[in-house]
């Protein structure tokens, strides 16, 4: 009897104990920390990723969160600087304790505080190109080279122009593109004729594009964010100069009065949230729609591109913590390498140990603003 009675009370002990737990795991959010630069030259698309990154995590907690476990954002402004990127990482990473990492483009802050992240064994999922240890770090960022590939391939197929002038900003990435542009430009039978480095802060460019135009330049592939491109805009216009412009993605709001001033002669790599309205049906196209449904009816017409990869960091930690039945940081890295054909707002992600860029197929286009309205170039 007196056994009995102390097996069942032990018993109702041990499910009590495992009640709490399972309650205390379930009432614990599963904290997204963000390092972003919320001001600085990558203000427009970070605060535009970090947006994506909220509504994804607000659509998730609607529905229970991830296994019944809700979501917190934790955003710190590394002002596009990556010194102080690695200082809001290690504030995240020790006192908010976050438990996965959705940054922004900003990618030598991302590279500099990777392996301070690593070793914390908290997994990044991030805007830009992917650090040099990248063990711990995927990127929903395509290959550099595909911005380069679209450019080349427009002017080849719809153009005469055969020569062209690269400008490019010191980032990691705009560096990346430069010297893909210079390696593969012959295959499309087009030669780069003139190299010029700007910085983001610089408020007059017509020197660099007096050097392309004078060697011949028909095109000017700019690589790089923020509001140089419209000041190399107005230079091209105060030069009275034929040359094209080409730019590397953006957001929206930069492009528009870059058209206002150059018109048909300003061109650029679009994602295909940005042309949804007209890109082709399919599986690319209704997860844009998934997304755009919960972002239209809180941002209203704001350019999805930079959120919609955002959205996208969201829902492939999702899967892989629903995959591997856990949030602890290693099974959630281990997971995400086993992601594939997964279909973003981008593209379609395939993740692998050893591949942790995943699309791998070129989903860009090269778009116009015609009378205050995206169309695919024709």
Not at 231 to 257: I, R
């Amino acid at each position: 009897m007196f056994k009995t009675a102390f097996g069942r009370q032990f018993f109702a002990s041990v499910v009590s104990v495992v009640a709490l737990s399972s309650a205390a795991q379930a009432d614990d959010v599963f904290k997204v920390g963000i390092s972003a630069g919320l001001t600085g030259y990558a203000a427009t698309v970070d605060r535009a990723w970090s947006d994506g990154v909220q509504t994804a995590v607000d659509t998730l907690n609607a529905k229970g969160g991830i296994m019944g476990r809700k979501l917190e954002v934790v955003v710190e402004d590394n002002r596009s600087n990556p010194q102080e990127a690695v200082t809001v990482y290690r504030k995240m990473v020790s006192s908010d304790e976050v438990n996965l990492f959705a940054s922004g483009c900003v990618s030598a802050g991302n590279a500099a505080a990777a392996p301070m992240v690593a070793k914390a064994e908290i997994p990044m999922i991030l805007c830009s190109i992917l650090p040099k240890d990248a063990a711990w770090a995927f990127t929903t960022l395509p290959p550099a080279g595909f911005e380069i590939e679209k450019r080349f391939e427009y002017l080849r197929d719809k153009t005469d122009i055969r020569k062209v002038g690269v400008l490019h900003d010191p980032t990691p990435y705009a560096l990346l593109q430069k010297d893909v542009a210079q390696k593969v430009a012959a295959t499309y039978g087009i030669e780069v004729v003139s190299v010029e480095a700007y910085k983001q802060d610089d408020a007059d460019l017509s020197v660099q594009l007096s050097k392309m135009q004078a060697a011949g330049a028909g095109a000017v592939m700019k690589i790089g964010l923020g509001g140089t491109t419209l000041t190399a805009a107005k230079n091209l216009k105060q030069l009275g100069s034929p040359m094209l412009l080409l730019t590397s993605l953006e957001d929206l709001a930069v492009f528009k009065p870059v058209a206002e001033v150059l018109g048909d002669k300003f061109f650029f790599v679009a994602s295909p949230s940005q042309v949804y309205e007209v890109y082709p049906d399919g599986g690319l196209k209704t997860a844009i729609g998934e997304f755009l449904e919960p972002w239209r009816a809180k941002f209203g017409d704001r350019d999805p591109n930079w959120a919609s990869r955002g959205w996208d960091s969201i829902m492939l930690a999702a899967k892989a913590i629903e995959a591997g039945q856990s949030f602890e940081g290693s099974a959630i890295r281990d997971n995400l390498e086993k992601i594939t054909g997964f279909q973003g707002t981008t593209g379609s992600y395939d993740m692998s140990a050893e591949k942790h860029q995943g699309i791998s197929t070129n989903p860009f286009v090269v778009a116009q603003i015609i009378e205050g309205k995206v169309r695919i170039a024709q």
